[in-house]
Nanobody, 123 residues
Framework: QVQLVESGGGLVQPGGSLRLSCAASGSIYSVYAMGWYRQAPGNNRELVAGITKSGSTLYGDSVQGRFTISRDNTKNTVYLHMNSLKPEDTAVYYC?????????????????WGQGTQVTVSA
C-alpha cells in the first residue's frame, strides 16, 4: 500500500521561506515522477512543481524562480523549498506520486495523493 506523508507546513510572514517534505512508502519510489500541488479555498487544485527520477523538473508559472523541488531517492522523500512567499501562496499543499516515470503522469487520474499540509502566508 502506497503512503505519502507531508510535513513542514505552517504560518510564515510574506517574504519568508518554508520547506515541505513528503515521505513515501509502499512502492518502488524512485521509479515514479513526484509532484507538489496546492489548492486554495474556492480554487481548483493546481500543479506547483514536478520532478522525475533523474531530476528533470517543471514548475507552475506563479512559483517559477521562487520554489525548488528536489528529491532524495535514498530516503524516499521529495522536498519543496519555498522562498519569497506571498499571501497568494496560501493553500493546502499536496504531494502526489505519478502513475509512471514521466512528468506528464502527474496529470493523469492515476497515482497517489498525500493528505495535505497547510501553508499560510500572512503578516
Amino acid at each position: 500500500q502506497v503512503q505519502l506523508v507531508e510535513s513542514g507546513g505552517g504560518l510564515v510572514q510574506p517574504g519568508g521561506s518554508l520547506r515541505l517534505s513528503c515521505a513515501a512508502s509502499g512502492s518502488i519510489y524512485s521509479v515514479y515522477a513526484m509532484g507538489w500541488y496546492r489548492q486554495a479555498p474556492g480554487n481548483n487544485r493546481e500543479l506547483v512543481a514536478g520532478i522525475t527520477k533523474s531530476g528533470s523538473t517543471l514548475y507552475g508559472d506563479s512559483v517559477q524562480g521562487r520554489f525548488t523541488i528536489s528529491r532524495d531517492n535514498t530516503k524516499n522523500t521529495v522536498y519543496l523549498h519555498m522562498n519569497s512567499l506571498k499571501p497568494e501562496d496560501t493553500a493546502v499543499y499536496y504531494c502526489k506520486r505519478g502513475s509512471g516515470p514521466l512528468l506528464r503522469s502527474l496529470n493523469s487520474n492515476g497515482g497517489y495523493w498525500g493528505q495535505g499540509t497547510q501553508v499560510t502566508v500572512s503578516a
